[in-house]
């Protein structure tokens, strides 16, 4: 197996709580993060978990807006 076959196993097989992966995630998404907190994040964290956590948190944010939009727009606050 090569050396990149092997990061990629030793990194997908990583084993971090959900609820880190989400903090993290939303961390990402708002800017802000430490950098020993990131460091840590990068040994901790499933790859994976954080792809489909950040797909999902992008959909959700774009739902928000949707959603934001449709009700400032029904309220007549926007032709005011």
Do not use: C, Y
Request: glycine share 10%.
């Amino acid at each position: 197996m090569s050396e990149a076959g092997k990061d990629l196993k030793e990194a997908v097989g990583r084993k971090a709580s959900f609820a880190q992966t989400i903090s993290a995630v939303a961390w990402s998404f708002f800017g802000v993060r430490r950098g020993k907190d990131h460091e840590r994040d990068m040994a901790k964290l499933n790859p994976v978990h954080v792809l489909i956590a950040g797909v999902l948190g992008a959909a959700l944010f774009v739902l928000v807006l949707v959603l934001l939009v449709r009700w400032v727009i029904s309220s007549g606050v926007a032709g005011a």
